[in-house]
């Protein structure tokens, strides 16, 4: 009597359960959008609640760097708007050393979790769905991965939140994502913090404040230079594969 030949089962079955952080991120973007809460992240509710926001600093210290670093991590996180905002609000309420600190701590972590979800959730299955023009551009990118990303970083080009996305889908290693997410928005956190540090003085004057100003031609020149250093290494390379 023959045996019935067994199904054989797929090597790696999608879980729904991967996306489910995935879609509590979209849950609270939703939520956050229909409560209004946008309203609260600009520099009029700052200067509205300046004294109450430094007297609270003041009183709780290092705890209120702690807090402002886990809300920081959750924007990011979340992609929330206001990213400006949150980085210049950091040095209003910390100064420059301490907020460009907690800035980078918060967006690294808040980035992180990002890459962390969405390369779960949904890249090896757009990697399994692309075909052949993926693996391509995912190779290319994995073989300088450190030196785009630190492009990608320091030229503001691109929405933090899409720069975030995007190295979870080519394959990117946790590694390499975290130390060039870190030491690239280095110079830009201090100038956003900077900046902050001296928002009193505006206030004090009664003046508006944009932060469309911030990246001067001066400042872009600067970040585009630390860009091209930093494809040096690619450079090198591609000169060395083709004189070999």
């Not at 907020?99 to 979790?113: C, E, H, K, P, V």
């Not at 100038?191 to 003085?201: D, E, H, I, N, R």
Request: hydrophobic share 60%; net charge positive; proline share 5%.
């Amino acid at each position: 009597m023959a045996q019935a030949d067994t199904p054989a089962s797929p090597s790696k079955p999608f879980s729904f359960g991967r996306l489910v952080p995935l879609l509590v991120l979209v849950a609270g973007l939703v939520v956050f959008f229909a409560l209004g809460l946008q309203r609260y992240i600009s520099f009029e509710a700052l200067r509205e609640n300046r004294e109450v926001l430094l007297t609270w600093v003041q009183q709780k210290g290092i705890l209120a760097g702690l807090i402002y670093i886990v809300v920081y991590a959750v924007a990011v996180a979340f992609s929330l708007p206001g990213g400006a905002v949150m980085s210049i609000a950091g040095g209003f309420l910390f100064g420059t050393l301490w907020g460009s600190i907690y800035i980078l701590i918060g967006a690294t972590l808040g980035a992180t979790a990002l890459f962390i979800i969405a390369k779960t959730a949904l890249g090896d299955v757009l990697r399994a769905k692309a075909g052949p023009w993926l693996q391509k551009m995912e190779a290319g990118f994995q073989e300088n991965a450190l030196s785009y990303l630190l492009v990608l970083r320091l030229v503001p080009l691109f929405p933090f939140f899409v720069v975030n996305l995007v190295p979870a889908f080519l394959g990117v290693s946790l590694v390499t994502y975290v130390l060039g997410t870190f030491f690239g928005i280095i110079p830009g956190v201090v100038v956003f913090a900077s900046v902050g540090a001296g928002l009193g003085s505006i206030f004090d004057a009664g003046e508006a404040f944009s932060a469309s100003g911030i990246l001067t031609p001066q400042i872009l020149t600067a970040l585009i230079g630390l860009a091209v250093l930093a494809l040096i290494p690619v450079v090198y390379k591609k000169i060395k594969a083709r004189s070999a």
